[in-house]
């Protein structure tokens, strides 16, 4: 099922959306990941803004449900709490995988974009940019996450080419894992205000409001 069609059903009944990809696909470390030595530290959480308010979001970059929530939530989120810092913005990956075949290797190339684009004052780069970008794809395929870095972001394409073969960035993919399933994540999207999690992740207001009660 592609991500068009799944989005059309989706809206049909709500409570598919609304349980995320694990009921569908089922939460499990991917083939690609197994036997990887995790690296929390190869590189830092995907963050946006500074707030002791934190949103907390776990995602797999192939799963139709955090796809959802890219396209219509993550905006809603921007314009209301995150352009003036309301609150702390993070991701984390959680490939279940939605797609044995591309859940990783689009966390991968994310990844790679946020390496060679990072700075000390910006350390996730371009990593939104490009993660909103191969999400709106659908499940993109390798030549096509390598077209996406080199029409729309600075990063030599070379550099995601790279990181997709070599699995560049599998230490911290496998690292995000563990973590999600340490704090019991069983479902993407999961979405936590303050480590309160949100009901439904696909209602903006729902978790505008959680910002806004714990602010």
């Given amino acids: 099922m592609n991500r068009r069609s799944f989005l059309t059903f989706t809206a049909a009944t709500g409570s598919v959306a609304l349980a995320g990809c694990t009921a569908l696909f089922g939460a499990s470390l991917p083939d690609e990941l197994d036997g990887v030595d995790p690296d929390p530290d190869q590189l830092s959480t995907p963050t946006i803004g500074s707030n002791d308010v934190s949103i907390d979001v776990y995602e797999d970059l192939a799963c139709p449900s955090c796809q959802e929530f890219q396209a219509t939530v993550f905006p809603e989120l921007e314009a209301r709490v995150l352009d003036d810092e309301t609150a702390t913005y993070r991701h984390h990956d959680f490939p279940l995988p939605a797609d044995e075949e591309r859940s990783v290797p689009m966390a991968n190339a994310a990844r790679a974009v ?87 992740p696909l209602d903006a207001d729902e978790i505008v409001a959680m910002v806004e009660d714990a602010d």
């Fill in 114 to 200: 946020q390496a060679a684009t990072g700075t000390d004052d910006e350390p996730s780069g371009q990593f939104f940019d490009y993660k909103g970008l191969a999400m709106d794809a659908g499940t993109p395929g390798d030549e096509e996450l390598v077209a996406i870095a080199e029409a729309e972001t600075d990063v030599d394409p070379s550099i995601v080419a790279d990181a997709l073969e070599e699995g560049t960035y599998y230490p911290t993919l496998a690292a995000e894992w563990e973590a999600a399933d340490d704090r019991g994540i069983d479902r993407t999207p999961t979405v936590f205000v303050n480590d309160e999690e949100v009901e439904d």
